[in-house]
């Protein structure tokens, strides 16, 4: 049984007042947390404000990062390492987002580095897939699903692909208000986890977590839940909001 993960990916949004308020209030509307994993991701300035939210609240959420840099130190002007990241209580970090991607020209290789510093390292990457909605209206998806996936992955090992938390996010579908129906979203996770057991082991693909990103809300959690092959969500913007995050956290299952 795979356990579902929720992450919440706060993009450049909350200062460290903000970001300290938010997650006070989303412990105190969350239970237990048995049954899933939760993962708030702020900007770097606020992740020293989430991790003391956290240990004052005792909750069981857990502090991610957005980004890291494949170095483990040296002369990058702007970029974070993992130790900095382990040192502000983090135990994520998103990998790949089309964000990067898009934005700051972040390349597969890149992202494969990337992963690998990560892997050495007790953090759990999150590695964010998908198609733009040019790619997916030529009848692309696979190919570049495919493609991300080879890229990324390229010359890990079975074990070290089995740490990996994968993050489907049609680009078309963030931050649009668009969001892939149900069936959409199944379809493409069974590709990957297809994919997944063609390259690198049936065992793996079973196991593998794999998340559905792009304009998730309170109102089509629990359809996608309901779906066998997706293990959770990451979330933009419903996460700033702490009562939506909450509803999504303690989605319905079907």
């Known amino acids: 049984m795979r356990r579902a993960v929720i992450a919440g990916n706060w993009k450049m949004f909350k200062t460290r007042g903000e970001a300290h308020s938010t997650v006070r209030e989303l412990a105190a509307l969350l239970g237990p947390l048995d049954e899933c994993e939760v993962v708030v991701c702020p900007p770097f300035t606020a992740l020293d404000a989430v991790r003391n939210a956290i240990q004052e609240t005792a909750s069981k959420i857990q502090c991610g990062a957005q980004n890291v840099h494949w170095e483990a130190q040296g002369a990058f002007t702007g970029e974070v390492s993992v130790s900095m990241l382990l040192d502000c209580g983090c135990r994520y970090v998103i990998l790949g987002h089309s964000e990067r ?31 733009t909605l040019r790619q997916r209206e030529q009848g692309l998806v696979l190919q570049v699903v495919a493609s991300q996936l080879e890229g990324g992955l390229a010359g890990l090992t079975p074990s ?11 680009v078309w579908a963030i931050g649009t208000g668009r969001t892939a129906t149900p069936e959409i979203a199944e379809e ?18 079973s196991a593998a977590r794999i998340l559905y990103g792009g304009s998730v809300k309170p109102e089509n959690i629990d359809d996608l839940m309901a779906q066998p092959d997706i293990d959770g969500a990451l979330v933009g913007g419903a996460s700033l909001d702490p009562k939506a995050f909450a509803r999504i956290v303690n989605f319905r299952k079907a």
């Open 101 to 131: 991607r898009e934005y700051f020209s972040e390349t597969d290789v890149m992202i494969n580095k990337k992963l690998r510093q990560v892997l050495s390292s007790p953090l759990t990457p999150i590695l964010c897939i998908g198609e």
């Open 160 to 170: 070290e692909v089995s740490r990996i938390i994968l993050a489907y996010e049609p």
């Open 188 to 205: 493409v996770h069974q590709l990957i986890r297809n994919w997944l057991k063609e390259k690198i082991s049936s065992q793996v693909a």
